[in-house]
């Protein structure tokens, strides 16, 4: 069974930073990508970033790129999303969910939140102007 257990966020000033980290469990290999993605009130869920295990490419959404930076660190499992110079519309549930590439080839990483399996529990991030 995989899970994903989510640490950071919380509340910051605009242009401040904060980081978000996600510790996975329970793959049966090292072939997946982790995603992060965002839900702002009354607004759709929308991805962020991710991340592939398989060569380690990554995706960043434009209204993120140059300010979030999303990382891994193989031997604890986790990943983390690093999010800098923080503006008010960042204020979201940010989540981290996983999913298997065993069905994607090559370099593709998937990023939308209908491609992805498992979820972990949300964190608020909150920033105020």
């Known amino acids: 069974e995989v899970q994903l257990v989510q640490s950071g966020g919380g509340l910051v000033q605009a242009g401040g930073s904060l980081k978000l980290s996600c510790a996975a469990s329970?793959?049966?290999?090292?072939?997946?990508?982790i995603g992060w993605f965002r839900q702002a009130p009354e607004k759709e869920r929308e991805g962020v970033s991710c991340?592939?295990?398989?060569?380690?490419?990554?995706y960043y959404a434009d209204f993120v790129k140059g300010r979030f930076t999303i990382s891994r660190d193989k031997a604890k499992n986790t990943v983390y999303l690093e999010m800098n110079s923080l503006k008010p519309e960042d204020t979201a549930v940010y989540s981290c969910a996983a999913v298997r590439l065993t069905s994607y080839s090559g370099s593709y990483i998937p990023s939308a939140s209908w491609e992805y399996d498992d979820w972990g529990q949300g964190t608020q991030v909150t920033v105020s102007s």
């Open positions: 991340i592939s295990t398989r060569d380690s490419s990554t």
């Open positions: 329970g793959f049966t290999s090292d072939d997946y990508a």
